[in-house]
């Protein structure tokens, strides 16, 4: 399989043992994605499949993040499959991954079919790094809350302790 190197997926994925299947990036060979979720929030992405991939394969995060940073020049990262392994390259030569037929990971279909059918196209586009910077400056590590105001601006508070904090973001424009 071959994926875009630019996409951060391991970002998304969980950080302890309590869900070990979410620790991973589901390649999913039908529907020619991959998958991040942490059970909070949910990333996928297409990508190109090739003929002798497995069906199913959990790919663990920090191998998704080594490809990533390798790769990020050529914009694509790659796996193969050879033997009933995926062999990806690494730093010190190469990687294997063990491939588990049986591999369990919450439905993620029922999550993203609605969206993704979904025939809205209202919205509005922003900057994520803004958006980052501006729940830090309200003192926000448990959430935000965001508000639209129209006109392309979001009123932005701390979802559990707004406490007279405000912040106000301008969607990106339409060049």
């Known amino acids: 399989m071959h994926y875009d190197s630019n996409c951060q997926m391991d970002l998304v994925t969980k950080k302890n043992d309590y869900g070990r299947n ?8 039908n529907e020619a994605c991959l998958v991040a979720t942490n059970g909070k929030a949910m990333a996928k992405i297409p ?12 790919i663990p995060a920090g191998v998704v993040k080594e490809l990533r940073i390798r790769n990020r020049s050529k914009g694509r990262s790659e796996l193969v499959n050879t033997d009933g392994k995926l062999e990806y390259l690494t730093k010190n030569g190469i990687g294997l991954l063990t491939i588990d037929s049986e591999t369990s990971y919450p439905n993620w279909k029922m999550i993203t079919d609605d969206i993704a059918k979904s025939e809205k196209t209202d919205g509005i586009s922003l900057n994520p790094k803004l958006l980052l910077d501006l729940a830090k400056a309200l003192g926000s590590d448990e959430g935000i809350k965001i508000i639209s105001h129209g006109n392309g601006k979001l009123k932005i508070i701390p979802h559990n302790n707004p ?11 339409d060049e």
Do not use: Q, S, T, Y
């Not at 979410?22 to 060979?29: E, P, R």
């Not at 003929?51 to 959990?58: C, I």
């Not at 406490?163 to 424009?173: E, Q």
């Open 47 to 58: 990508c190109d499949v090739l003929e002798n991939d497995p069906e199913k394969a959990l």
């Open 163 to 173: 406490d007279g904090k405000l912040g106000v973001l301008m969607g990106l424009r």
């Open 22 to 29: 979410i620790n991973n990036v589901l390649f999913d060979k």
